[in-house]
């Protein structure tokens, strides 16, 4: 079973940028996911995820992960997506369509964090099959 934090897929091959304001469906999906994270609702989180985070953490997994990783950071007080990168291959996965988004947020307990959301296309959706904050 993987580990939870290797679960971010950071390392692209092949990557193109896409502009950081374009508010496109992978970015609205990320958008929409992250405001689940801010407001603790960590098991709905979990089933925005695709098939391939729900295959590496279990719903009760990602809920002592995210609780873990997101409470001691206290309240989100900004965020700011800071670029879109698009790729078909990560690391670890299956070649597919991906979508890797990285903002610059501050919280209550930490002024100056990055986090990264990986999405997957899944059909006509967005998915979210990684998440990383430093």
Not at 33 to 58: A, I, R, Y
Request: a negative charge.
């Amino acid at each position: 079973m993987m580990n939870a934090a290797a679960l971010v897929l950071l390392t692209l091959s092949a990557p193109a940028i896409a502009s950081a304001d374009a508010l496109t469906l992978d970015v609205a999906t990320a958008n929409a996911w992250l405001e689940q994270l801010d407001t603790k609702n960590w098991n709905e989180s979990w089933e925005g995820t695709g098939k391939l985070f729900q295959s590496n953490l279990t719903q009760e997994q990602w809920v002592k992960t995210a609780q873990a990783v997101r409470e001691p950071l206290g309240v989100v007080l900004s965020r700011h997506i800071l670029g879109v990168t698009k790729t078909t291959a990560l690391p670890g996965a299956p070649d597919g369509e991906y979508g890797v988004l990285t903002y610059s947020a501050a919280f209550t307990n930490k002024a100056s964090a990055v986090e990264t959301v990986v999405l997957a296309r899944d059909g006509a959706q967005w998915k979210i099959v990684g998440y990383f904050i430093r």
